[in-house]
């Protein structure tokens, strides 16, 4: 199921063919998953989103690639979503995290979301340290 | 403000001295932070999560000290725990994080939202090549 | 699946009869989804929560059907609910919003979820001119 | 500081004055928490709040009144609200939550919002078992 | 679906299958639910995790077993995890959960998450009187 | 507090100033919020997250400027970023929230986390009429 019609036919708007040859071309691969279908139903808002991930996923940067899909797992763990969890765990998997990597992030997910919970139900005052904007 | 009163005395209580005296030679710091201090309501609540972080933070391990921060701070921000975010970018920082990297967190920690958000909204079907569980 | 066990006959309560009956005659339709069925398993529980669905979704007010369905949908994606988003994307689709209107608002759940993790992820300090108690 | 101004005269709005009378009546304190003030700026919003709280916490029903102030918290902390926490911690205190009572809300939060995460992050099929709606 | 693949053969690794016999004799049952499956894909990841929840939910404490059921419940709501909404009404239900208990569970919750996103939505101020660390 | 040093003189990098000036000139006004300080650490992060705000919040569409205000509030809210619900609040001041649509807002916002509660914690099946893709 899903909230929007999946588009019939993604070669007839060109903007759409643009960005899944485009995705195609950068992962190497003619699979175009979900997502992007159903992004399709609008051309900007697949083209804005797009960009920006290809811009900060599929860019070398100061961050290697398995790190930034690591901390993309993450974030869509904390907030509940299984699609992009499912997704994410494959590209890392697909990027060389290894079993044990895959078994430590779960650990660290786990323990911080414990920790995010005590901290929240102690309502912990914040040690002035830790501001960045002391001198 | 916080939900428990502090403590009186760290030194009074032996199983709480002796967690603080570990968190203390662990980081190489006389300071022990608020977290700590609030946890120490309860020696064995105390003794159980410092055991839990130090076992997964602060032992060698598959993943890199700066990138389990890296990990920790995602699921924080995404679980709203303000806490968390200011003691463990200051951690990060600590352990060499750039400002370049702290920007690249950043991005990628706001680009993750929003297609967390995207996919929740229009609610994709799984790509089936994406469970680990086929053969 | 679910947790609870379906009603195994409307009819037979008159108290669940009631609301099934008020629900179909407020949205002129037989058709009564999945929500009220399971909430029906304690009759309290559905006439309140049918009571203020009815008040403050079905009933003219200051903000139009349309708006509130836009705001559902917001609150539904930010929570991670599916099931709401599927049935509130219909009803506001069926108070006519139009393709348009729906990619809009997927960018505008985008960005504030972006948003949000950022100034969460910097800390950033209110500005006193926010203050709604400010003389 | 605050989204909404601080009413000027809880006295003046007959509404209001009621609320107030019916929220002191029912503590047996003067006091008035801060989050009624603010909702004050919207009568209608006040009486239909204040109405849920007495109705589902200040009325004797099948769960003692500890237990539901203790529901109360684990929600408000894993929601993320600092203000719910302290006033609902200080409320179970007052309906005689011990410290060891306490702690163990705490434990038991912190471990379930750990396999809350676990769960998500394996994105864990469901065991058959659990539908409640199997014969 | 699922991120792991399943394991082969729980009787293959001593670990696993230690942990899964405890599990089988603590809950008097042959039935090991695919939470512990899934989590075995890492014995160290399973004998943490289980050895957990075994010692805050299966050993006699100051709350009692439904009490703590509910408030696992209550956090596995809020953070949308359906999983364990569905596992521990499950076990709940085993634990004595009567309908009329479970409606008011449903009633508290969806009261604690309005009443939470209202104290967000107009950022109430905290009462000086909520801080447990006042003298 | 913060988790970035507040930059030292927005005058003296050329992207920065560029990037202030153009929120002065969209909004017609001096001020520039702490967001935007914050996020001037990084000049990549802030003309990426500024472009994306003023394409998105600042250009006309079709749906009108108050009703793209009351979706970022609901998600803001939805998301537990105070500094969001703060700030996008006075926005919407700004563009003629009057006092009862505010509390209208809240009154929906705090139904739908109810109603989203309710529906994850029954865990209520999709009815299918609701999938977009049927034909």
Not at 19 to 34: E, H, L, P, Q, Y
Not at 57 to 74: C, G, H, Q, R, V
Not at 92 to 120: D, V, W
Request: aromatic share 6%; net charge neutral.
């Amino acid at each position: 199921m899903s909230t929007v019609a999946p588009i019939k036919d993604s070669q007839s708007d060109p903007r759409v063919k643009a960005v899944f040859d485009d995705i195609r071309a950068t992962r190497k691969t003619d699979f175009v998953n979900n997502l992007w279908q159903a992004l399709a139903f609008d051309p900007t808002l697949l083209e804005t989103t797009w960009a920006e991930v290809k811009r900060l996923m599929a860019t070398p940067s100061t961050l290697d690639p398995l790190t930034k899909e690591l901390i993309y797992i993450a974030v869509s763990v904390a907030n509940g979503c299984g699609y992009c969890v499912h997704s994410h765990t494959a590209a890392a998997r697909a990027k060389g995290m290894s079993g044990a990597q895959h078994a430590e992030l779960m650990a660290i997910i786990g323990l911080a979301a414990k920790t995010n919970h005590l901290a929240t139900a102690l309502q912990v005052e914040l040690d002035p340290v830790f501001d960045a904007g002391r001198q």
